[in-house]
């Protein structure tokens, strides 16, 4: 049992450049979401998903697109790097939204230069 | 919308005294509330969540906490702190008809020998 997945760990992007950080699931939950994480700041919401199909805005959606085809996948898109886009990010997912326990993958360091 | 404040960005105590993290928070409705651990490098792992049945809410290592809606508060206790507590600690809170869980900013907790 995996649990959440996500790839790479660590990369290192020029300005400008695009890339999508991978998200996989295999506990058939319907809720995830994706999470920036930043010093003092805590986590924050990026989007998030009830449901293939179905996508939304979290907190921080301004230079990250996301989609869900699948119950199992939910990439993050970053279509034009930034240097404030340098943080960790974390994807997390539950068996339904709100008030259910989210399960985190281990996380991705991404710098952009 | 939800928020949560986490008063303490760092607390520091010794092995074996008592350990108290505080978390407040804000919510126009019944909230659910989480406390998360993160050890180094690691992704975050649930300790307790409350969702409106008792209010004294155990978790796991030994960890409590107790809701108190008149104070608006979830502080996170356990009795005698253990040199692998060193960690940082999220507050969470989560509206049940809202897919938006707000993390507090964390709170790193140092343990001293």
């Known amino acids: 049992n995996a649990g959440v997945t996500q790839t790479p760990k660590f990369q290192v992007l020029k300005t400008g450049q695009s890339m999508t950080l991978q998200c996989a699931q295999d506990?058939?939950?319907?809720?995830m979401s994706w999470y920036r994480q930043d010093p003092g700041m805590g986590l924050r919401l990026i989007h998030y998903?009830?449901?293939?199909?179905?996508?939304d805005q979290g907190e921080v959606p301004n230079g990250y697109n996301v989609s869900r085809s699948t119950t199992e996948d939910f990439p993050l898109r970053l279509l034009s790097a930034a240097p404030s886009q340098t943080s960790v990010y974390f994807c997390?997912?539950?068996?339904?939204?709100?008030?259910?326990?989210?399960?985190f993958g281990a996380g991705s360091r991404l710098t952009v230069l | 919308a939800q928020s949560v404040t986490q008063l303490d960005s760092h607390v520091s105590v010794s092995e074996g005294t008592p350990v108290l993290l505080r978390c407040n928070y804000s919510?126009?409705?019944?909230?659910?509330l989480f406390w998360y651990v993160q050890h180094p490098n690691k992704g975050l792992q649930l300790l307790l969540k409350y969702t409106s049945a008792a209010t004294l809410v155990k978790g796991i290592n030994g960890f409590e906490a107790e809701f108190k809606k008149s104070e608006t508060s979830f502080h996170l206790t356990k009795p005698s702190a253990h040199m692998s507590d060193a960690a940082e600690y999220f507050c969470?809170?989560?509206?049940?008809?809202?897919?938006?869980?707000?993390f507090g900013a964390g709170t790193r907790l140092t343990v001293k020998p």
């Open positions: 919510s126009s409705y019944s909230p659910s």
């Open positions: 998903s009830v449901g293939a199909g179905i996508t």
């Open positions: 969470v809170v989560s509206v049940s008809n809202n897919n938006d869980m707000r």
């Open positions: 997390a997912s539950s068996l339904l939204s709100g008030a259910n326990v989210l399960t």
């Open positions: 506990m058939n939950h319907e809720y």
